[in-house]
């Protein structure tokens, strides 16, 4: 089924309710296409759509009259929900679907962000406008020694869907022993493979036929319905669209001695291989968790969503004859910068992600106690292990102009660059059909692999990642160049043409930390990435960028290269490419760890098992932040499992503790 717009009084749209969005760059109206699981829609003039994407008007993604999404039955005066979700993100938009399905309670989600209902952020290759602009909250890292003293950009997005919404689309799980390393090495009971596997079948809609493999057919790969299954909200298919240079990318990467993997998610089988990355899609649009879950939830009277909200902290009382704390619910600004509180009946649950959600408890009075009372906030529960064990993904670009870059752009489809957006043919495609170079993530392809070569069951360390679009050694910039270009028809950058090979640290042993700037929640939280400081870190960088340079200069894909423009072909020895490494890596947006969960004796996990903050009644941490490591691959798709397992362990107490009031009244 193709994606289909239709020209609007007030610009482009889809079939539904109207919302105000951006068009790629530009801004018109748009809405959503109706919340079922299985889109329906009929297909629409081309000239029409191309004449309203090249001349929408600009106007602001969010205003006064749109800064709360409230339910259309909910009294906004009401101060008192059963659930009170702090966050809209993958987590948040989860829970908030879950916990809405009983009808008999109420649950309100509060998002800080806008609703993201963006064109750019529907259109998958509308990812070069979303880093740095209005839906991102642009987080930088303090100077960072490891790094030359450079600051690290962490694009988080600042929209119901969060940061997956303006991710690169990429489902990954990880590995098996990612999850049954949290349980044996952290203490994390009942989280491992065999525990949450179900969760991960439960959430994804698999697109491709369920079965085992035909290893005689790899032009049609199975799912097998051991790992994976249909009817979940969130939609996995396979690209609908595969450059030409990213098939040359996998030919050369065999050719280089790397094995082909169609399933990166099936646990059976070892991790290591290259292949095409299954992506979050419905028909040709990118699916957020927004889309999977909450539109469909929108509906119901028993929840309501709050956007441009800032939650200033939680509000934590002694009971129990000041023996206990309890959380009782949240203090907040609204979009006019009043401070309203609301109150929750059952619980608080905190889905803030891993920067924002150590910042809210430490704002809370829940962390360790010198820094909390370095900016004066009051001790409630000293929790030395908030804000600690700060995990992410660093990269580093091997970057190859083609033969003729200003010549070679003319070839679009094969070439990502301004002259992609301009091309009819692409816009067609994508209109018609729903493929094109328009559903790409950019990175089409790639895979994971041990740097040493070892064959052994030690888990990859590395991500390779290949993008038919040339790129600075700091991404970043070279997006940034692009969407300040102009919308995505107009577009006057002038990008040269080329290719990129991506080193992805898939598994970091670095370990960073996020901590307080001040009692004032407007402030931004001091972020310290620790990148590189372990030294297996970069060595396996180096050796990555070298096993880049060995599969770029395979004949499947040199035949499309010209110039190493990124590090250089002067960049020879590991003391040269290290110091590459630490003047350029940036993130690959796979922040976790810094409220991790783990045995109850361990005064360095903040939350036990069951996602409780520790010495605090009712409430709980359901995010990436609850992650004891960082499972090799994405975060978005480990972050909805949780979500959902989660929301079995709340509605399970919650039905607990009715039944055991049922009997002791009766």
């Not at 889905?351 to 924002?356: L, P």
């Not at 992410?392 to 670009?397: E, F, I, K, S």
Request: a neutral charge.
């Amino acid at each position: 089924m193709a994606p289909c717009f239709v020209l609007s009084a007030s610009g482009l749209s889809t079939s539904g309710s109207s919302v105000t969005a951006h068009s790629l760059s530009s801004v018109c109206s748009i809405s959503s296409i109706n919340n079922s699981h299985r889109r329906n829609s009929s297909r629409c003039g081309a000239a029409q759509i191309i004449k309203a994407v090249a001349s929408a008007p600009s106007s602001s993604s969010s205003s006064a009259s749109s800064r709360f999404a409230y339910d259309s039955t909910h009294d906004r005066q009401r101060k008192q929900y059963d659930y009170v979700i702090v966050g809209g993100g993958a987590a948040g938009c989860v829970l908030a679907n879950r916990l809405s399905e009983d009808r008999n309670v109420s649950v309100l989600l509060i998002e800080s962000g806008g609703k993201g209902d963006s064109l750019r952020v529907s259109i998958p290759l509308g990812f070069p406008y979303l880093p740095g602009s209005d839906i991102d909250y642009k987080y930088e890292s303090e100077p960072e020694d490891s790094l030359f003293n450079r600051r690290v950009f962490f694009p988080r997005g600042r929209m119901l869907g969060g940061s997956h919404a303006m991710s690169v689309m990429l489902y990954h799980r990880g590995a098996a022993a990612d999850y049954n390393a949290w349980e044996s090495e952290y203490g994390a009971s009942g989280w491992n493979a065999d525990d949450v596997l179900p969760y991960f079948r439960k959430s994804a809609h698999q697109t491709r036929k369920l079965g085992k493999e035909d290893k005689n057919n790899k032009k049609r790969p199975m799912a097998d319905p051991e790992f994976h299954a249909k009817g979940g909200p969130l939609t996995v298919s396979d690209l609908r669209c595969v450059n030409p240079l990213s098939k040359a990318f996998l030919e050369a990467a065999e050719d280089a001695g790397i094995p082909l993997n169609s399933d990166f998610n099936d646990w059976k089988k070892d991790q290591a291989g290259v292949g095409t990355f299954q992506v979050t899609q419905r028909d040709g649009m990118r699916e957020s968790p927004k889309t999977a879950y909450l539109q469909p939830a929108l509906g119901r009277r028993n929840l309501t969503v709050m956007t441009e909200c800032i939650v200033e902290r939680v509000l934590l009382e002694t009971v129990d004859d000041g023996q206990g704390v309890e959380a009782k619910g949240v203090a907040f600004f609204d979009g006019d910068n009043r401070r309203v509180t609301v109150s929750a009946k059952q619980e608080v649950i905190v889905a803030a992600g891993s920067i924002a959600t150590p910042q809210l408890l430490m704002l809370s009075g829940v962390g360790p106690r010198k820094e909390l009372e370095a900016v004066g906030v009051p001790v409630t529960i000293d929790a030395p292990g908030v804000g600690q064990n700060l995990q992410d993904q660093p990269a580093a670009m091997l970057s190859i102009e083609s033969k003729q870059p200003y010549v070679d752009k003319r070839k679009s489809d094969v070439y990502y660059t301004e002259a992609t957006g301009k091309s009819i043919s692409t816009l067609l495609k994508y209109l018609f059909l729903g493929s094109g170079p328009l559903t790409s993530p950019m990175c089409e392809a790639g895979g994971f692999v041990r740097s040493d070569g070892s064959k052994t069951e030690q888990s990859c360390d590395l991500q390779l990642r290949f993008i038919p679009f040339v790129s600075e050694p700091d991404p970043y910039f070279s997006l940034g160049d692009f969407a300040t270009g102009g919308a995505y028809l107009e577009n006057k950058s002038n990008r040269p043409a080329g290719y990129t090979l991506q080193t992805v640290l898939a598994r970091p042993k670095s370990r960073g930390h996020v901590t307080l700037k001040s009692a004032d929640v407007r402030d931004r939280p001091v972020i310290h990435a620790n990148w590189l400081e372990n030294e297996d870190d970069l060595k396996a960088m180096v050796r990555g960028i070298k096993m880049c340079r060995e599969i770029a200069e395979k004949d499947a894909l040199s035949k499309y290269g010209g110039a190493e423009v990124y590090p250089g072909k002067e960049a020879v020895s590991d003391k040269e490419l290290e110091t590459y490494v630490r003047e350029s890596c940036h993130t690959a947006n796979a922040i976790v760890g810094t409220c991790r969960m783990g045995a109850d004796d361990d005064d360095m996990a903040p939350l036990d098992s069951q996602l409780k903050v520790k010495g605090v009644q009712r409430l709980r941490v359901v995010d990436s932040s609850v992650m004891p490591t960082l499972p090799g691959g994405q975060a978005g798709a480990p972050t909805m499992m949780i979500a959902e397992k989660a929301a079995d362990m709340i509605r399970a107490e919650a039905a607990a503790a009715a039944a055991a009031a049922g009997s002791a009244t009766s």
